[in-house]
């Protein structure tokens, strides 16, 4: 089992009020699934995905990942499994606007201490993955937004990890470019990642082969997906 959340409550004190963001979560999740987590604002989902994420910890409950019981971990310990386990996509992109695209994907490698020829062949192996082989040495403004999120997913990627976790990937993009993010994401999931989307959107959800609703701080279904949306065709990379 990869991820194994039991009884899991998450409390905010807010001035003199008490919210409970969540409210005895159970999920399991196993290598190599593709997991979408949908629910409307306060719904729990951004709670759920920043303790999936390493970057919260419960009130109460369990989650463990690989077997580590998270939280009880240190600061300095959740920043490592953030590192190493954890790789992250945002709806914002999250790049730096002054670095090309393989710096940008290089600095997960560099927080975890790799040699540079290795930072550098690992930044241009997923860079060609994501299909922008040939826009390593643009910046963040002189590429699309498609290749500006495909950017990130390369950074995700370069630390080999055992989650990729997407928070609204396709939240500012236009739909056609929503599609070739999609078919990424596919790509990945089938070469064997484990893949979580966070989202609001039926449609992006439904590109999963699991679908877990969350309503109220708490898991209102959980099923398979038996007709996964398969994605369209994407336009060729460096038009995106």
């Known amino acids: 089992m990869l991820i194994a959340i039991q009884d899991l409550h998450r409390v905010y004190q807010v001035g003199d009020q008490e919210v409970r963001a ?79 695209a393989l710096h940008n994907v290089e600095l997960p490698l560099v ?5 540079h020829e290795e930072r550098r062949a690992r930044a241009k192996e997923v860079l060609t993955t994501v299909g922008l082989g040939d826009r390593m040495k643009h910046r963040p403004n002189e590429l699309s937004g498609g290749q500006r999120q495909r950017v990130a997913i390369a950074r995700a990627l370069v630390n080999r990890p055992s989650i990729i976790l997407a928070d609204e990937p396709t939240g500012n993009l236009d739909s056609r470019t929503g599609e070739e993010i999609m078919v990424a994401f596919e790509n990945i999931w089938r070469q064997g990642n484990t893949v979580i989307l966070v989202t609001h959107e039926p449609d992006v959800a439904e ?21 996964p949306r398969s994605p369209a065709p994407a336009s060729p990379p460096a038009h995106a």
Do not use: W
């Open 22 to 100: 969540l409210d005895g979560v159970d999920l399991n999740i196993d290598k190599n699934e593709y997991v979408a987590i949908m629910g409307p604002s306060g719904s729990g989902k951004s709670t759920l995905m920043n303790i999936l994420g390493c970057l919260d910890t419960p009130s109460q409950g369990s989650y463990r990942l690989k077997g580590l019981e998270i939280g009880k971990m240190s600061d300095d310990e959740l920043a490592r499994i953030r590192n190493v386990e954890i790789g992250f996509v945002f709806q914002t992109f999250n790049l730096l606007p002054r670095a090309d």
């Open 207 to 227: 590109h999963a082969r699991r679908i877990v609703r969350m309503k109220d701080g708490r898991i209102e279904s959980d099923t398979v997906n038996p007709n």
């Open 111 to 115: 927080y975890a201490g790799a040699k």
